[in-house]
């Protein structure tokens, strides 16, 4: 079993920064995918970022591509996502989320575990 609590959420003006970290316990995290995944208001969740367990390699929504930077701490057990210039449209709840698929991992359903959640609210 894994555990994920995600941190880091918060309000912020269109064209500042957030990070967000996401604590990972329960299992060995090296073994593991890490993904952020977002949900806004009355849309589906969708795939914002991941990050593989060897190389390690990263992938990004073409949305958020050279805006955030998804990386991660193993020593730490910890997964970040650097948010940089912020637009009103990533305004959503942020989620972590652990895979044991490898590759990209942009699909929800790769993800069996999941945390609860960081508001972004990004204003205009």
């Known amino acids: 079993q894994v555990q994920l609590v995600e941190s880091g959420g918060g309000l912020v003006q269109a064209g500042g920064s957030l990070r967000l970290s996401c604590a990972v316990s329960?299992?060995?995290?090296?073994?593991?995918?890490m993904g952020w995944f977002r949900q806004a208001p009355g849309k589906e969740r969708e795939f914002v970022a991941s990050?593989?367990?060897?190389?390690?390699?990263?992938y990004y929504a073409d949305s958020v591509k050279g805006r955030f930077t998804i990386s991660r701490d193993v020593a730490k057990n910890t997964v970040y996502l650097r948010m940089n210039s912020l637009k009103s449209e990533d305004t959503a709840l942020y989620y972590c989320?652990?895979?044991?698929?490898?590759?990209?991992?942009?699909?929800?359903?790769?993800?069996?575990?999941w945390g609860q959640g960081t508001q972004v609210t990004v204003s205009s």
């Open positions: 989320a652990a895979s044991r698929d490898s590759g990209t991992a942009n699909h929800a359903d790769q993800y069996p575990y």
């Open positions: 329960g299992r060995t995290f090296s073994w593991y995918t």
């Open positions: 990050i593989t367990w060897s190389g390690p390699s990263t």
